[in-house]
């Protein structure tokens, strides 16, 4: 999650250059014009079923938006999974799960048997599988321990430099990553073929809420980071089931964007993040964001996503199309995924019985707003 405090600052940094939030030009009609089956992986070892799922998202993006729901089967408002088949609040509200599932692998790196939101490992791998033989994309980050403090994710202390190569604690990096690789390694369909996913490292690397942001690493260290998780995944550990997404939080312009940005070679799919913190600057944050992506993405032959979005519990209940059909629409994002329903009070779908039902309902009703059976 981010602060609006970083959002306000970021959204008022651009008010200074263009004048004010109403001079903001956007593109009504910003289609995808990526190419489904030219493209240079950052694993060049990458398996087929990997370059499958690239042409799938980018064929995705020519006709709408994939919903995504961050661990959308593994619980939600009042219930945790019991049984398979899973539920999902979306399910139970629409009648069709997420087109995209996301999970998080953090706290695999300490060995836990449940991941950071009580998930446990073995569950989550099932989940993947059931989702995946379904039909939908399923996307991972990590919000990983801090290998210098031993703190959570948001502990930002340490001199992470000493777990980038040359470094005196690089052995235990790699030991973390080794266990990432281990759980990729394992996702394995019903026919014995690795599940293709798309994994998003160290995201939001510009914020300065994570040890892997701003406060404790240059753009030039970050990029280091990122090409060493991705080097070491696949040339270390054999992991060749993924596709690679770099998503800062927010992208008012190119510059911004491409700050920390380890290359071309080492990224498969541009995302960007940004939250509703209700202070009237996510309509223009979030459209100009993902225009900035879509003209990197069609330059670069990248497709684009709108990795992490939301409004935390839904306090206007025509958020789904009055705020974010309108930024998404014509973007040629792939998809857009919401955060998760945690609890009570930090929850970013509707649920049964909640005031934004309807309006969710006439959300996926559109035609461009695809859900699992639409894009099986």
Not at 18 to 43: K, Q, R, W, Y
Request: one cysteine or more; charged letters at 25%; a negative charge.
């Amino acid at each position: 999650m981010k602060y609006s405090e970083v959002l306000i600052l970021l959204f008022l940094s651009t008010l200074l250059i263009l004048g004010c939030a109403d001079d903001l030009v956007i593109d009504e009609d910003f289609m995808s014009t990526v190419d489904a089956e030219n493209a240079t992986l950052a694993d060049d070892k990458a398996i087929e079923e990997v370059k499958e799922l690239r042409r799938r998202i980018v064929e995705i993006s020519k006709v709408g938006v994939a919903f995504g729901h961050q661990d959308a089967t593994a619980y939600g408002m009042n219930w945790k999974h019991e049984g398979f088949p899973s539920d999902s609040d979306v399910l139970r509200v629409a009648g069709d799960y997420p087109a995209v599932i996301g999970f998080d692998l953090g706290r695999i790196e300490i060995g836990r048997r449940n991941n950071i939101n009580g998930v446990r490992f073995s569950l989550m791998q099932e989940l993947i599988k059931e989702a995946h033989a379904a039909g939908s994309i399923i996307t991972l980050t990590w919000h990983a321990r801090n290998p210098i403090t031993g703190g959570s994710s948001w502990n930002t202390s340490g001199d992470i430099n000493r777990i980038l190569p040359n470094g005196d604690r690089h052995e235990i990096f790699d030991r973390d990553l080794s266990l990432v690789a281990e759980f990729m390694n394992s996702l394995i369909d019903s026919d014995g073929r690795p599940i293709p996913i798309l994994f998003r490292p160290w995201h939001e690397m510009n914020g300065d809420w994570f040890w892997w942001g701003r406060d404790l690493l240059t753009a030039e260290e970050f990029q280091q980071l990122y090409r060493t998780t991705v080097d070491i995944l696949t040339n270390t550990y054999d992991v060749h089931n993924v596709l690679y997404t770099y998503s800062p939080n927010c992208a008012l312009t190119e510059e911004e964007y491409l700050h920390y940005y380890p290359g071309d070679s080492w990224v498969d799919l541009l995302g960007v993040d940004v939250y509703d913190f209700e202070d009237k600057s996510y309509l223009d944050v979030a459209r100009t964001s993902l225009e900035t992506i879509a003209v990197l993405g069609n330059r670069k032959n990248k497709p684009y996503a709108f990795t992490e979005t939301g409004l935390e519990n839904i306090t206007e209940h025509d958020w789904w199309t009055n705020k974010l059909y309108p930024i998404i629409q014509h973007s040629g994002a792939a998809y857009t995924l919401i955060w998760r329903n945690d609890r009570s009070v930090h929850w970013f779908a509707p649920f049964e019985n909640h005031g934004s039902v309807d309006n969710f309902l006439e959300f996926v009703g559109k035609p461009d707003i695809l859900l699992r059976s639409d894009i099986q």
